[in-house]
């Protein structure tokens, strides 16, 4: 089992910038794949990035392409998810979780075994 604790999360007009860091706990950090998650007030949780343990490849949903950026330190056991050119719409509880087994089937969150306990993040417009 692997413990998690995300960080980072605040207020921040649009257009602006927040890193947020998930930390880990537990063995075998660097053979687990990392994604975020946000979940907006009556909306389901939706997939927002991920990053494989192995070759780091990453993926993302389309709305924050080219804007967000997920890594990973293996030496800290941490992952981060750079946010630039926040809009309104990113307004959500962020979510850090892990698998073992990183599927096709990433972007639902059924498939993650560990989850942080958030972090908010308010973009206001």
């Known amino acids: 089992q692997v413990q998690l604790v995300e960080s980072g999360g605040g207020l921040v007009q649009a257009g602006g910038s927040l890193r947020l860091s998930c930390a880990a706990s537990?063995?075998?950090?660097?053979?687990?794949?990392m994604a975020w998650f946000r979940q907006a007030p009556g909306k389901e949780r939706e997939f927002v990035a991920a990053?494989?343990?192995?070759?780091?490849?990453?993926y993302y949903t389309d709305s924050v392409k080219g804007r967000f950026t997920i890594s990973r330190d293996n030496a800290k056991n941490t992952v981060y998810l750079q946010m630039n050119m926040m809009e309104p719409e990113d307004t959500a509880a962020y979510y850090c979780?892990?698998?073992?087994?990183?599927?096709?089937?990433?972007?639902?969150?059924?498939?993650?075994?560990?989850w942080g306990q958030g972090t908010q993040v308010t973009v206001s417009s």
């Open positions: 979780a892990t698998t073992s087994f990183f599927s096709i089937d990433y972007q639902n969150p059924s498939g993650y075994s560990s």
């Open positions: 990053i494989t343990w192995s070759l780091s490849s990453t």
């Open positions: 537990g063995r075998a950090f660097n053979r687990q794949a």
